[in-house]
């Protein structure tokens, strides 16, 4: 959305152990603590966000999984090499840090001939986030292809969780407070061109309704219960009460989506949130229907 202030601390850990040590830190410490993948699906308040700013912009890692990761966690053992590995077939799995862009995971899979996620094509941001909040769409979602994650309590120690113990939802991982350190993800094989090809055609689909290339922090609210909206989307909840193309200052509903908001420009995350406030507000009024965010607001207060 390119809105929003300063962090107090930034904290930048390249790998899982470094961000494991980093974690227990902030705990020993009692710091207040925000974690920050892609920032996708993110708008931060103006001003300066007291505490600590985890990110994991710097843990960019995917590659195959060594047969030994059940037990060696999430580090990769470059020492075996290569040839080690069995045919990409024989065991479709990939292990991404919590860095790693969605985009690269995709364009790795499909290069392997990994077919599983290609219904999030376009989505923008890190593994950790699409894995904590189940990012996904019409197509798929991300914990479709999640064999197990690796992640940190909210109280400091480590654990790993298999899909069974774990209750995704929609848009939402269920992980609790915990934090991804990243993800055994497991693929079915298929041929390259009927990869990409549903990647294409999903693309298509999706840059012609969604405003793609502007500024933006994806669908602010989530689609709401059928029964409640008579089966209306979010979108279209917006689109009929005549939300579209409102604004406040540079920030406005996009013509193309109305569960989008653009900053078209010069926007701050005020402007933002007010009109997100007035969207939820004007739908209320026209429709009864209460729309919750989806969008992950960062304010001062917490
Ligand atoms: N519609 C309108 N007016 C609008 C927008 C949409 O009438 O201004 C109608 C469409 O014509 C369609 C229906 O509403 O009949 C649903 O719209 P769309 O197909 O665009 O999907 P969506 O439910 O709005 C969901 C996800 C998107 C994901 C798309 C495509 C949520 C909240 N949104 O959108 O995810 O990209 O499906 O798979 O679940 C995101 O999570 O940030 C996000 C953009």
Redesign the pocket.
């Known amino acids: 959305m390119r809105v929003g202030g300063q962090a107090e601390w930034l904290l930048e850990p390249a790998t899982p152990a470094e961000l494991e040590d980093a974690w227990r830190v902030i705990h020993e410490r009692g710091l207040p603590v925000r974690i920050l993948g892609g920032g996708?699906?993110i708008v931060i308040d103006d001003g300066v966000l007291p505490g600590v700013v985890l990110t994991t912009e710097r843990m960019r890692r995917v590659f195959r999984p060594m047969a030994s990761t059940e037990e060696a966690g999430l580090e990769e053992d470059v020492s075996r090499g290569e040839m080690a590995l069995p045919h990409p077939a024989e065991d479709p799995r990939l292990v991404a840090w919590a860095g790693c862009t969605l985009p690269a995971l995709l364009r790795a899979a499909r290069d392997l001939g990994y077919s599983g996620l290609e219904?999030?094509v376009?989505?923008p941001g890190h593994v950790g986030g699409g894995v904590a909040?189940n990012?996904?769409?019409?197509?798929?979602e991300m914990w479709d292809v999640v064999e197990r994650v690796r992640v940190l309590e909210p109280g400091g120690g480590a654990c790993e969780l298999t899909r069974d113990e774990c209750s995704p939802t929609?848009?939402n991982g269920a992980l609790g407070g915990r934090m991804v350190v990243g993800a055994v993800l497991r693929f079915r094989p298929e041929p390259k061109a009927a990869i990409e090809a549903r990647m294409r055609e999903?693309l298509i689909?999706?840059n012609s309704?969604?405003p793609v290339t502007e500024w933006?922090?994806?669908?602010?609210?989530?689609?709401p219960d059928p029964e409640l909206s008579g089966g209306?989307?979010?979108?279209?909840l917006?689109?009929?009460c005549g939300g579209?193309e409102r604004s406040r200052g540079d920030a406005v509903v996009?013509s193309?989506?109305?569960?989008?908001i653009v900053n078209r420009g010069q926007a701050t995350a005020t402007d933002v949130f007010t009109l997100m406030e007035d969207l939820q507000d004007l739908v209320a009024e026209r429709t009864g229907v209460q729309l919750e965010f989806?969008?992950k607001r960062w304010r001062p207060e917490g």
């Open positions: 996708a699906n219904g999030i376009g989505v909040m990012a996904g769409g019409r197509w798929g929609y848009r999903y689909s999706k309704v969604q933006s922090a994806g669908c602010v609210f989530k689609n209306r989307s979010a979108g279209q917006v689109d009929e579209k996009s193309l989506h109305g569960n989008f989806e969008v």
